[in-house]
């Protein structure tokens, strides 16, 4: 993967967005055995790039057919870590690094709230140019994070994500909307309810 600064320091902690950089043609293996397309806000999403990178984590993108992986606009993320994990502290644990990155950009922002013993984190991160003189991407994320219990007993988290991103000359624009609509993502986003998960062997 091919990150700017800013994201490859996100990409250290469990639970956040990916960019789906040098993906292949291999077809992708659903490992949540999750029955697509996604639909959200009436709107289509295909399974686009998995990943298993440990034992007890999954995490899988989908994207609107057409957009391009390297440079999407929007993203649907779900994520999955089982075990002893409190949800708690995977949220925890990605305030803090919210709070660490916003020390050298300004532009990061995140309010965090609670509900029905589901946790949502609606945040903002960005990235310059290689010379620092003017911001590149801006994404815009809203996470829901949810504790789960297989049919097997088996205890963990869910994470259910939605990525918007702007590219260079459209991120005035997309910042200005953002300050009128910024309510509408976040009551999509909490009232959708999450894919039914089945993982491998449970």
């Known amino acids: 993967m091919k990150l700017s600064p800013v994201f490859s320091l996100i990409v250290i902690s469990f639970f956040l967005v990916t960019t789906a950089f040098g993906q292949d043609n291999k077809p992708v293996k659903d490992y949540l055995n999750v029955k697509g397309p996604i639909i959200f806000n009436n709107i289509s999403y295909n399974l686009s790039w998995t990943s298993h990178p440990a034992d007890n984590f999954y995490k899988q993108e989908y994207i609107v057919k057409g957009d391009n992986p390297d440079k999407f606009k929007t993203m649907i993320m779900l994520d999955v870590i089982t075990g002893d994990t409190k949800m708690e502290d995977i949220v925890s644990k990605k305030v803090l690094e919210l709070k660490k990155l916003k020390e050298s950009n300004p532009v990061i922002n ?6 029905n013993k589901e946790v949502m984190l609606d945040f903002l991160i960005s990235a310059n140019s290689p010379d620092g003189k003017t911001v590149n991407i801006v994404e815009r994320n809203v996470y829901k994070y949810k504790k789960v219990i297989g049919k097997s ?9 939605v ?10 624009n997309f910042l200005t909307a953002l300050n009128t609509n910024k ?10 309810h999450i894919p039914e998960i089945t993982l491998p062997g449970k």
Do not use: C, P, W
């Open 110 to 115: 995140y309010q965090l709230f609670e509900k």
């Open 153 to 161: 007993g088996q205890k963990g988290v869910i994470l259910f994500g």
């Open 163 to 172: 990525s918007m991103r702007s590219y260079g000359n459209d991120v005035s």
């Open 183 to 192: 309510l509408d993502l976040l009551n999509q986003v909490g009232k959708y």
